[in-house]
């Protein structure tokens, strides 16, 4: 149970607070997510985990504090974070294919259009998205158009992924087999990802570190460390070191400190 160095690279939230009128919401949060490190945010509900992602995000603004993506700070949106929520945004009018295509086009590196629709057929291939690539969103499931949300994300290429509880609409057996995607694509191109969930289970399985917030001001109450690296597949669930992390996480946010 460490707690990181500060990063130079990667995302430093320094003291920041958030009230939404006399509601105190996120109270001097410190968190340091090193590059490429992939962390995962738990706490109770109503506890201010999406104000801490959307104020990096920069779709909220702190009342006190700093948030620093590679050194630079956050002022608003911009292209350096790039959000996937748990509804499927993704252009309803837009086929798999140009979604994805979307999100290469906002890449900072600018190739040739082959070189562009190569990138977009790699994303295509990793989110076993192939042969869905001319259907229209409207026609796949929810897993699948997640599948897109995710896809068109690591295609854009932002310097910190902030996913809100992109499975929590999906049912059990989708929702592990798209942790298992997600776990495939993040090994292959591994970004620096900030993972918010209610699941105690999905946060060990995904992350480095998960950041576990206490009640509502929400605070840092604990961070554990995870210690599989790359070593992800679902029998790790069974393990007793995953069932004693669980355990632990489980009885910190019982505890409603
Ligand atoms: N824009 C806003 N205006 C006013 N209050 C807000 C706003 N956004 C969030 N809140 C309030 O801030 C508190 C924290 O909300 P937030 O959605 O960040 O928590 P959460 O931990 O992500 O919740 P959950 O686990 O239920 O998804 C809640 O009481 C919520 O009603």
Same mark, same amino acid.
């Not at 959000?83 to 900072?108: H, K, M, S």
């Not at 057996?173 to 191109?189: C, H, Y």
């Given at each position: 149970m460490t707690q990181p160095t500060t990063a130079t690279r990667g995302l430093s939230v320094r003291g920041v607070s958030k009230d939404f009128g006399n509601v105190n919401v996120l109270r001097d949060v410190d968190l340091d997510i090193a590059d490429g490190e992939f962390v995962a945010v738990v706490g109770p509900s109503g506890s201010g985990k999406s104000t801490l992602l959307n104020a990096i995000a920069g779709f909220v603004t702190p009342d006190r504090g700093e948030l620093l993506v590679n050194g630079q700070p956050v002022r608003g949106p911009g292209?350096?974070?790039?959000? +996937? @929520?748990?509804?499927?945004?993704?252009?309803?009018?837009?086929?798999?294919?140009?979604?994805?295509? @979307?999100?290469?086009?906002?890449?900072?590196?600018?190739?040739?259009?082959?070189? /562009?629709?190569?990138?977009?057929q790699r994303y295509l291939d990793m989110m076993g998205l192939t042969d869905f690539a001319d259907a229209l969103p409207k026609t796949l499931s929810g897993g699948m158009r997640q599948r897109v949300a995710?896809?068109?994300?690591?295609?854009?290429?932002?310097?910190?992924?902030?996913?809100?509880?992109? @499975?929590?609409?999906?049912?059990?057996?989708?929702?592990?087999?798209?942790?298992?995607?997600? +776990?495939?694509?993040?090994?292959?191109? /591994?970004?620096? +990802?900030?993972?918010?969930?209610?699941?105690?289970?999905?946060?060990? @399985?995904?992350?480095?570190?998960?950041?576990v917030m206490s009640a509502r001001p929400a605070t840092v109450q604990e961070i554990v460390d995870v210690p599989w690296g790359d070593r992800r597949t679902h029998e790790i669930k069974t393990e007793p070191e995953f069932v004693r992390l669980r355990r632990h996480i489980e009885t910190l946010l019982r505890s409603r400190r």
């Open positions: 292209p350096s974070r790039c959000v +996937v @929520f748990q509804e499927y945004a993704i252009f309803p009018w837009l086929t798999v294919r140009r979604n994805i295509d @979307f999100g290469t086009r906002l890449r900072a590196w600018k190739g040739t259009r082959q070189e /562009r629709a190569a990138v977009t995710i896809a068109r994300a690591y295609a854009v290429d932002p310097e910190i992924l902030l996913m809100d509880e992109p @499975f929590a609409a999906l049912d059990a057996q989708t929702r592990e087999q798209m942790q298992e995607a997600l +776990v495939d694509i993040n090994q292959r191109e /591994r970004r620096t +990802v900030l993972f918010v969930t209610h699941q105690v289970e999905e946060a060990i @399985f995904l992350a480095d570190r998960v950041v």
